[in-house]
């Protein structure tokens, strides 16, 4: 995908803008050439089919959610010396700027087509449903393990914090999106579920000044 240029890389934009506008099936490859202002017949020389241009859109989003999913070994030393919300904060994934639209529109593409492509159901479940808990349910154990924080089911607050990150995503492309700062809020009153014992966000600050 980060090789794509010239008219390849225009066609993905304006087929992924389109789709995501106006549904995949709506979207013909004669209307993606002519808004590319190609020849209808031209763009089969850079995509062999629709469904090629969509598998193309679907590795797009789970390419680049792998390369962003944040280094979990380093997650699991920050326990040791971070506030608790902190480190729930630095599960996030945020979208460089550049690629903010595309990956964007590519998700809810990808989400659109789950409930009748098991491809695309796959990569939903994987990054927007199961990645929160591969990194909630081992760090929240770590934290109660080390006395930071009140006991709760790890998978109970998994299932919350997924949900409420897969349906800001999903709004982020409609006329009712959540703006960053509104997000990294509502982030913050779900992360209030972790209540931190007392003193142990002292115990945080003095591992920090000792290491």
Request: proline share 4%; net charge neutral; charged share 25%.
């Amino acid at each position: 995908m980060e090789n794509m240029t010239g008219t390849k890389k225009r066609i993905f934009e304006v087929a992924a803008d389109m789709f995501a506008k106006d549904s995949y099936h709506a979207v013909s490859m004669r209307q993606i050439a002519n808004a590319v202002n190609i020849k209808a017949s031209s763009i089969y020389n850079h995509f062999e089919s629709k469904e090629a241009l969509l598998l193309t859109i679907y590795e797009y989003f789970d390419s680049h959610m792998r390369m962003l999913k944040p280094d979990l070994s380093k997650l699991m030393e920050m326990v040791e010396t971070h506030h608790p919300h902190d480190v729930l904060r630095a599960t996030n994934i945020i979208y460089p700027g550049e690629i903010v639209q595309t990956m964007s529109r590519a998700m809810l593409i990808t989400a659109s087509q789950a409930s009748s492509d098991p491809r695309a159901e796959a990569i939903i479940y994987r990054n927007m449903i199961e990645m929160p808990g591969t990194y909630d349910v081992p760090i929240l154990n770590k934290m109660m393990a080390l006395d930071k924080i009140e006991p709760l089911d790890p998978h109970d607050f998994s299932l919350i914090h997924s949900g409420y990150c897969y349906s800001a995503a999903v709004r982020f492309y409609s006329n009712r999106s959540i703006d960053n700062p509104r997000y990294l809020a509502g982030l913050d009153m779900i992360f209030t579920i972790v209540r931190v014992k007392e003193g142990g966000a002292r115990r945080c600050e003095k591992v920090a000044k000792n290491t």
